[in-house]
């Protein structure tokens, strides 16, 4: 399986022209077997969109892009593969939450395999406070760099709070400040809200 992670910068107030004009190609097509998630940037640099994929190969990869060519008028568009990893080995689709906070965390070369341990150790005790529905790891650059992407649905931001409050009683983020010094380079959280027709939502 190939996910892909596809950030569309749109103009401002864009949105809503962009979700319709998507919905109405994502039905002509029948692109729901590859769209995990579109989402609206709501916290973070506005007036983006995300889409998550999931291509069965790369024909099917491309029959996506050759349905979306010039279906959407946007500002550009950039895009990443990923894979997932066997502690969550297929993202989870379904309802989740209103809102979802997508954390995106780059690493320094060589530790990507000691933070796939750190998760195998201390995601359990956490998804007992709410549910983390895709976790996906780049592979490395030739320069090394890589990073990873998790995605944290909540029903509001008051819950998100409520549950990061109790995060650290269930051993959360795995390894603290040694973790985040020692593996990582860079740290990034944003707040985006499903499209109503969204499969993550």
């Known amino acids: 399986m190939i996910y892909e992670i596809e950030?569309?910068?749109?103009?401002?107030?864009?949105?809503?022209?962009?979700?319709?004009?998507?919905?109405?190609?994502?039905?002509?097509?029948?692109?729901?077997?590859?769209?995990?998630?579109?989402?609206?940037?709501?916290?973070?640099?506005?007036?983006r969109a995300m889409l998550v994929w999931a291509h069965e190969d790369g024909d099917q990869q491309a029959r996506v892009r050759r349905a979306l060519t010039n279906c959407c008028e946007v500002e550009g568009s950039t895009s990443r593969m990923y894979r997932t990893v066997p502690l969550l080995p297929r993202p989870l689709v379904g309802s989740w939450g209103g809102v979802y906070e997508v954390r995106t965390y780059q690493g320094h070369p060589g530790?990507?395999?000691?933070?796939?341990?750190?998760?195998?150790?201390?995601?359990?005790?956490?998804?007992?406070?709410?549910p983390c529905v895709a976790l996906f790891f780049s592979e490395p650059a030739p320069d090394g760099s890589w990073e990873y992407v998790h995605f944290w649905p909540y029903r509001d931001l008051n819950h998100r709070a409520e549950?990061?409050?109790?995060?650290?009683?269930?051993?959360?983020?795995?390894?603290t400040i040694d973790?985040?010094?020692?593996?990582?380079?860079?740290?990034?959280?944003?707040?985006?809200l499903p499209a109503p027709f969204s499969p993550m939502h």
């Open 163 to 175: 549950v990061r409050g109790r995060a650290h009683e269930a051993g959360w983020p795995p390894g």
């Open 7 to 47: 950030i569309v910068r749109l103009a401002p107030r864009g949105w809503g022209e962009y979700a319709k004009e998507f919905a109405r190609v994502f039905r002509k097509h029948d692109l729901g077997a590859s769209l995990l998630g579109l989402f609206q940037a709501d916290i973070g640099l506005l007036n």
């Open 111 to 130: 530790r990507m395999d000691d933070a796939v341990r750190a998760w195998e150790k201390h995601l359990p005790p956490r998804l007992k406070l709410s």
């Open 179 to 192: 973790y985040a010094r020692g593996i990582l380079k860079s740290q990034q959280s944003e707040i985006w």
